[in-house]
């Protein structure tokens, strides 16, 4: 065999639960594309799938583990990883000294006890599981004599998969869990560009449902750089979920018309739900059950409980809101933690002051909102442009 015996590869693991089922096809290779596409750029790399595993391969070289493992933990679905070895040659004396060497090469002398722990998928193999265990456990003691057995609470255990090769050990690194995206249905997220709305469109991902977002555009009082912060914002979102469909939706007309025709105090709550409109028409027709929003109550304005009813009242499916208990401080730490808190924070220079009330009000009427908004005859029409006019970007 022209081939290397043993290669050291990343063991990943998802949630057998979360992938069973009908779908559970679509689901594994929609993780395989995603690990494919977030290692895209650093290197050449073997993605395949293995009896209930994934195992992550250098083409070429030496796998860098630290390189390619924070790009796959942050997969929703991936219960973790585990650096390891794959052993084409599975004889009992080769795993012994595959399990010894990987021992050595993780650091023998931090630990004192351990077990070996021996699982067989392949069920040809000619020893059972806990033959492999024993046989390969008396080969370690032998050669680290400072080792005893523990098999109930080892500082270290070392796991041998029988598969169609064998997998060698010891460590499992966890990911975010959580479920495979799409698991859930669908759901659209009103991207803004701030902190907020990022991460409530991680937070529903995390819970399965495949995101796509709707950004309300309106140059010229929002620029372009306003517009980039947003894309690079559902770029990064795929490192998570595998992909994003963003509508960026020309606003201004609509804007300028609520602006001319509403009490100034009460403009935003207008704003608002005339988005949650266009959010609500764009989702249906993608076949999404839920709009998605970054709103915290009580932290601005519109952000009082009478405020978010007067803006849920237009809508046409549920509004959900992952940030509602949040305080902001908790928002920012999960934004740094997924890697939207720079984009978010970047400075950009937009001029829309003119839609932004001194003393809004905090505490609208829903009824109130509604009279005035049936009075609006042309608000459909610019719902309707808005809607027909949206520039889909597919990242
Ligand atoms: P964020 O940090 O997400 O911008 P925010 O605290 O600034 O939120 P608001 O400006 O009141 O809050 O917006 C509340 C929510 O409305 C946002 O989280 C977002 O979901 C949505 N939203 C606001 N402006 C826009 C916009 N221009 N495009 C898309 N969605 C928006
Ligand atoms: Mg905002």
Do not use: W
Request: net charge negative.
């Amino acid at each position: 065999m022209s081939e290397k015996m043993e290669d050291n590869v990343l063991i990943v693991k998802y949630g057998e639960i979360a992938v069973r089922g009908n779908n559970r096809k679509f689901f594994i290779e929609r993780l395989l594309r995603t690990i494919r596409k977030n290692l895209d750029d650093i290197g050449d790399f073997y993605v395949v799938k293995e009896q209930g595993r994934l195992i992550v391969e250098d083409r070429g070289g030496e796998l860098d583990f630290d390189k390619v493992i924070p790009r796959i933990l942050c997969i929703m679905g991936i219960i973790g990883v585990s650096p390891g070895v794959r052993v084409r040659n599975q004889e009992l004396d080769n795993l012994k000294k595959v399990c010894a060497e990987h021992i050595r090469s993780i650091g023998a002398d931090k630990y004192k006890t351990f077990k070996i722990e021996t699982k067989r998928s392949n069920k040809s193999y000619p020893l059972e599981s806990r033959e492999v265990s024993a046989a390969v456990g008396e080969y370690i003691l032998d050669e680290f004599p400072d080792f005893t057995v523990d098999v109930h609470n080892p500082e270290l255990t070392v796991y041998i998969e029988l598969r169609n090769d064998a997998y060698v050990y010891s460590e499992l690194i966890k990911g975010l869990g959580g479920l495979p995206v799409g698991s859930s249905g669908k759901g659209i997220v009103m991207l803004s560009g701030g902190i907020d709305s990022p991460v409530s469109a991680f937070m529903m991902a995390k819970r399965g449902v495949e995101v796509e977002g709707v950004y309300f555009n309106s140059p010229p009082y929002t620029s372009e750089r306003a517009k980039q912060k947003v894309v690079d914002l559902a770029e990064r979102l795929t490192m998570f979920t595998g992909g994003f469909k963003l509508y960026v939706v020309p606003f201004t007309d609509l804007q300028l018309y609520l602006l001319e025709n509403v009490p100034h105090d009460k403009l935003t709550i207008f704003l608002k739900r005339a988005m949650t409109r266009v959010a609500c028409i764009l989702g249906e027709r993608d076949g999404a059950l839920a709009v998605i929003t970054g709103d915290s109550v009580g932290q601005v304005a519109s952000q009082t409980m009478q405020g978010l009813h007067a803006i849920s009242a237009a809508a046409t499916m549920p509004i959900l809101r992952p940030l509602a208990g949040f305080d902001k401080q908790e928002i920012v730490d999960i934004a740094r933690k997924i890697g939207t808190f720079d984009i978010s924070v970047r400075p950009y220079e937009d001029c829309c002051t003119i839609f932004v009330a001194k003393h809004p009000e905090t505490k609208p009427k829903t009824s109130v909102i509604e009279k005035i908004e049936s009075k609006l005859t042309e608000l459909d029409r610019y719902i309707n442009e808005a809607v027909e006019n949206a520039e889909i970007i597919e990242l």
